[in-house]
Nanobody, 125 residues
Framework: QMQVAESGGKLVEAGGSLALSCTVSGFTVDDYAMAWFRQAPGKGRERVSCIRYSSDETMYMDSVKGRSTISRDSAMNTLSLQMSSLKPEDTAMYYC??????????????????WGQGTQVTVRS
């Protein structure tokens, strides 16, 4: 069974930093493009960052560009997202997911993988 599990979310002060981690099972982080999404209260899930399959090319939405770094650790089979200069608007539940591609306007979830429970990031002003 292919699964993802996010961790690392916490309450931080504005301007602070944190590192989110995603552990996958049933597949490896090298098998697919991998992405982070987030969902703030009352809003839809939005894209955050993506790392392409078979390369280290990364993509970031404007809202986090310059403040975030996505990476994967093949040995540990994990995906990470490091965020700095955090803002209250970064407050959201963060999710990782294997996607069909980082290209285009949508990063489509692989249908064989359900969303994890996410990890909560709260930024206090």
């Amino acid at each position: 069974q292919m699964q993802v599990a996010e961790s690392g979310g916490k309450l931080v002060e504005a301007g602070g930093s944190l590192a989110l981690s995603c552990t996958v099972s049933g597949f490896t982080v090298d098998d697919y493009a991998m992405a982070w999404f987030r969902q703030a209260p009352g809003k839809g899930r939005e894209r955050v960052s993506c790392i392409r399959y078979s390369s280290d090319e990364t993509m970031y939405m404007d809202s986090v560009k310059g403040r975030s770094t996505i990476s994967r650790d093949s040995a540990m089979n994990t995906l990470s997202l490091q965020m700095s200069s955090l803002k209250p608007e970064d407050t959201a539940m963060y999710y990782c997911m294997a996607v069909t591609s980082c290209l285009g306007q949508k990063w489509l979830r692989l249908p064989s993988i359900d969303w994890g429970q996410g990890t909560q990031v709260t930024v206090r002003s």
